[in-house]
């Protein structure tokens, strides 16, 4: 967590819940598996930082045959990146909500060098200041288990594992009792497929990140629970001093 020197929170913001978030903006930067998602939904849970998943929203946009859905659908099932020009489209959209002033957590955005750059014009002309870049560091062994073991609620999307964070009726979403589905790209090839792309077209935004001293490498095999106070204690406004 060395690496870690700019907090860009603001130090003026106060303790109730809408101050607690006030100007955190997080990228959680990481292998498929590495519970970015998971994170995430319990940050926008705990501290009411809006979870933003471009792949959420693409799987949506699937669900609702819309004309990026259709398009992106074909990139999706091979575990490829979508092309920017469609991922652009819709993160523009997604990001123009988050200017209203609570925290936000992009959750597999950016993931290539040309989507860092948008992000960079977006944060200088509306979004504000990045407070972190979230890298989680994982084996690859561990990565694997968890995708073929993960199960999401279609209705909520909520996420469970089988072992891991297996829901209390088994096959149904604790939440809404909808009947759990596996990810079709969590399949074993099409998650190998996708970790070899994360290498060779993210990973390097890590160094990219590093050399800004926004990166924070947490150790992603923790658990959720350990994770979250790890990065909220890295990332939280500081705590206002009692007067003397
Ligand atoms: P994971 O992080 O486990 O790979 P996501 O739900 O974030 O899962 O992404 C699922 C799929 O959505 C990716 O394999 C890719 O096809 C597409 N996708 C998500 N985010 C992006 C992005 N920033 N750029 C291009 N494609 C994306």
């Known amino acids: 967590m060395t690496e870690f020197q700019t907090r860009g929170v603001s130090a003026g913001a106060g303790s109730g819940p809408a101050a607690r978030r006030a100007?955190?903006?997080?990228?959680?930067?990481?292998?498929?598996g590495a519970g970015k998602g998971t994170l995430a939904k319990t940050l926008q849970a705990r501290a009411g930082l809006r979870h933003i998943s471009p792949g959420d929203i693409l799987r949506q946009a699937v669900r609702d045959h819309t004309?990026?859905?259709?398009?992106?659908?074909?990139?999706?099932?091979?575990g490829d990146l979508v092309p920017d020009e469609i991922v652009d489209a819709m993160m523009q959209a997604a990001l123009a909500q988050a200017e209203d002033g609570s925290g936000w957590v992009l959750d597999g955005y950016p993931r290539t060098t040309a989507q860092a750059d948008l992000l960079d014009g977006f944060l200088a002309s509306?979004?504000?200041?990045?407070?972190?870049?979230?890298?989680?560091?994982?084996?690859?062994?561990?990565?694997l288990r968890r995708l073929t073991g993960r199960r999401l609620c279609p209705i909520c999307g909520a996420?469970?594992?089988?072992?891991?964070?297996?829901?209390?009726?088994?096959?149904?979403?604790?939440?809404?009792?909808?009947?759990?589905?596996?990810?079709?790209?969590?399949?074993?090839?099409?998650?190998?497929?996708?970790f070899r792309v994360f290498h060779a077209q993210t990973a390097p935004l890590i160094d990219?990140?590093?050399?800004?001293?926004?990166?924070?490498?947490?150790?992603?095999?923790?658990?959720?629970?350990?994770l979250y106070d790890v990065i909220w204690e890295a990332v939280r406004p500081p705590r206002a001093t009692p007067l003397p």
């Open 23 to 32: 100007g955190i903006g997080l990228v959680f930067l990481g292998p498929p």
């Open 67 to 78: 004309e990026y859905g259709r398009r992106a659908l074909t990139f999706m099932r091979t």
């Open 159 to 194: 996420i469970y594992h089988v072992d891991y964070r297996p829901p209390r009726s088994a096959g149904r979403c604790d939440l809404d009792g909808a009947e759990l589905v596996a990810r079709r790209d969590d399949a074993p090839d099409t998650a190998l497929h996708r």
């Open 126 to 143: 509306r979004l504000g200041t990045l407070s972190a870049v979230v890298h989680f560091e994982i084996g690859e062994d561990i990565l």
């Open 208 to 226: 990219h990140y590093r050399c800004r001293g926004l990166l924070l490498t947490v150790n992603a095999e923790q658990s959720t629970e350990d």
